[in-house]
């Protein structure tokens, strides 16, 4: 199959787009089995002790498994997966180059759901369903007391079979796609926008060119970028797209051209949230005398972005993240750790003494902010924030926010939330609330304001009782935000001009932290009266727990939903949520979950679900919000308050969960 495609792809013809896209419909078979990592290895080639060799014998021996599975040749699926582990286990970690990391790390993922797969298509039929069960039990107990007519008709009839749950299908966008468009549209439209493209971003890549978008999400054949491919106009000057990648590209798009990472500005495919972190990262313990994010990113964010930061940076070096830093630009790394200060690029610029002196055409750094730069790197150039993709002006401002008192913040989101409102209705002056807790914004009525702002005030107080909260201070420091639109339109039109992304349907209020910022948007049509009290503790919660620090998306997602729930059990929304969870479909794993950065209803649902069910035990929830209170690091709180990682709870409840 994939052969044929190959000759189609060559023809360039219209037949090629018919038959490569018929594929699409098994693409997550297809994406999870059938996809080649090592195009040039050779298929009779014997697995070697290197590396690479072991790589390319993994990656034979699951292409063969994929050909089975979809053969239905179960028994010798099996078989291949189990050589692809066998040569997974010959891969020593410590003799893996760094620039094939990435690649064993997506066989490892490959394997696991592979071997998922075909356990799942090899398990025997399940029993009849409990209700049947219980039917014959009666019957049972009472031979001699017939079964009414009804009950009698209703045991005879089969039980109805529910249809199959079918798991999310589409490749991965940070995993998949991104790759691809690095390696084959890098130098044109990554690294460069040449024809006014630029595909530096996902936010860049979704802009598309001047004339429009470039993709259009669920529809691979009517897209853009799709077109230009299968014509061969593009990629030029070589590295033609090859047939796999094609498929994954248009499986992507049908599958509706989801974004899997965490900020749609970082670097293309980058990774964000503590996934993938760049080689040479390493962590800092907290007793260095120069911290990276406190003492040095904001003179790179003040004299270094002017070159060294958009679609075509100086010397291909962007220093907008710690990991472009980290990276270096055209001339190699800019930061030598591992050697003498004096060999570090960076330090030599600032200095004078290779080349041009930097920053370029301002005044030198003072002697003291040099030092500052040599000690960090004799000190392991290492970095104390959480996430390496952030862009440095984002911590830059987190850093002021963390030192400004609660007064000077919320002063400060007061400016914030005029300037914002500005941008997202110019056309519409804003009513305005200040309560004790909350800065209120919105084109609604005065009434209507004053009735959202009492609202929050009173789940508030709920949530203090709920969580045991200190009655006193302030619910969020600075106070939170919250901007409030008379009409879904208005909403879609707020996240658009705003956060520059599409609104998922259905959604209708959300929590977002960038920077000093940290705010809710909800829409209040006149009609959600009924439903307006639960929307409301949704946003409260979610901007309380975004407001405890450095805390993932879906904890405040489905905290704010879980704690809402609790807050107005009775309220139709929450009688709504409760129902979604019966409609959740299969989940691959904790990766997935873990690393939603996108909340459409399906996403926001499943993360209510594993919070409401981490908080079943209303007292675990409590501790973990004290120690989030106290300043302590995620990850390490819900290991001490839950007794294993979040990993390992995520794949317990997936495994628990009809």
Not at 269 to 280: E, N, R
Not at 282 to 295: A, C, H, L, M, W
Not at 299 to 314: E, N, R, T, Y
Request: net charge positive; proline share 7%.
């Amino acid at each position: 199959m994939i052969v044929a495609l190959r000759n189609r792809v060559r023809g360039l013809g219209t037949l090629f787009m018919r038959a490569a896209f018929s594929i699409l419909a098994v693409g997550a078979v297809i994406s999870l089995l059938g996809v080649r990592t090592s195009a040039s290895a050779d298929d009779d080639a014997p697995a070697k002790s290197n590396p690479r060799d072991a790589i390319a014998a993994v990656d034979r021996s699951l292409a063969q498994a994929g050909a089975d599975f979809r053969a239905k040749r179960l028994t010798e699926a099996a078989t291949a997966l189990d050589e692809a582990k066998a040569s997974l286990k010959t891969l020593d970690d410590a003799d893996i180059p760094a620039d094939l990391r990435p690649q064993v790390d997506r066989l490892q993922e490959r394997v696991a759901a592979a071997d998922r797969l075909i356990a799942k298509a090899r398990t025997p039929a399940a029993k009849p369903p409990p209700a049947a069960a219980k039917v014959a039990d009666a019957s049972k107990k009472k031979p001699d007391a017939p079964l009414p007519a009804a009950q009698a008709a209703k045991a005879k009839k089969p039980p109805k079979s529910k249809k199959p749950v079918k798991a999310p299908a589409g490749p991965s966008f940070i995993s998949d796609v991104a790759p691809i468009f690095n390696a084959k549209c890098g130098n044109c439209h990554v690294r460069n926008a040449r024809g006014g493209f630029s595909m530096a971003s996902f936010a860049a890549l979704e802009k598309g060119t001047k004339d429009g978008p470039v993709i259009r999400p669920g529809a691979s054949r009517g897209s853009r970028l799709v077109e230009v491919l299968l014509s061969g106009d593009m990629p030029r000057g070589g590295g033609k797209i090859a047939p796999e990648e094609l498929l994954t590209i248009g499986a992507w798009i049908d599958a509706g051209a989801q974004f899997d990472g965490i900020d749609r500005a970082a670097p293309l495919g980058q990774k964000s949230g503590g996934a993938g972190m760049p080689a040479g990262l390493v962590r800092s313990t907290g007793k260095e005398s120069v911290q990276f994010n406190r003492d040095l990113a904001p003179v790179l964010a003040a004299q270094c972005l002017g070159c060294h930061a958009g679609d075509q940076p100086s010397g291909q070096l962007r220093m907008e993240t710690f990991t472009g830093l980290l990276a270096g630009g055209a001339t190699g790394k800019v930061i030598a750790a591992d050697q003498p200060t004096g060999e570090s690029l960076l330090l030599k610029r600032l200095r004078g003494v290779d080349g041009d002196r930097m920053p370029l055409e301002k005044p030198a750094l003072p002697a003291e902010t040099i030092a500052q730069f040599e000690t960090w790197i004799k000190e392991g150039a290492k970095f104390d924030g959480a996430d390496p993709a952030q862009p440095l002006k984002i911590s830059v401002e987190e850093q002021l926010a963390g030192r400004l008192s609660h007064d000077e913040l919320t002063a400060k989101r007061l400016t914030q939330a005029a300037r914002i409102w500005q941008l997202a209705v110019p056309d519409e002056k804003p009513e305005q609330l200040q309560t004790a807790n909350f800065i209120l914004f919105g084109n609604v009525s005065t009434a209507r304001l004053n009735e959202v702002g009492q609202l929050a005030e009173a789940e508030r107080t709920k949530m203090i009782k709920l969580l045991r909260l200190d009655a006193g201070a302030p619910l969020v420091k600075g106070s939170l935000v919250v901007y409030v639109l008379k009409r879904s339109f208005d909403y879609s039109e707020f996240v658009r001009m705003v956060e520059e992304r599409e609104t998922p349907r259905g959604i209708t209020g959300h929590v977002r932290a960038k920077g000093s910022d940290l705010y809710a948007c909800l829409a209040a049509p006149s009609d959600a009266d009924a439903t307006l009290p639960a929307l409301v503790a949704e946003q409260v919660a979610g901007g309380f727990l975004q407001g405890l620090g450095d805390v993932p998306a879906w904890f405040v997602v489905g905290g704010g939903r879980a704690i809402a729930a609790r807050l107005e059990p009775k309220n139709p929304l929450t009688k709504q949520w409760e129902a979604e969870l019966r409609e959740l479909p299969v989940l691959a794993g904790a990766d997935v979950f873990m690393s939603a950065a996108v909340f459409d209803p399906q996403t926001a649902a499943r993360s209510f679900a594993f919070v409401k069910a981490l908080s079943t035990n209303l007292g675990k929830l409590q501790s973990l919000i004290a120690a989030l209170g106290a300043g302590r690091d995620f990850a390490q709180s819900m290991e001490d308050v839950y007794r294993t990682n979040t990993r390992a709870l995520v794949e317990r409840w997936l495994q628990k969960k009809p």
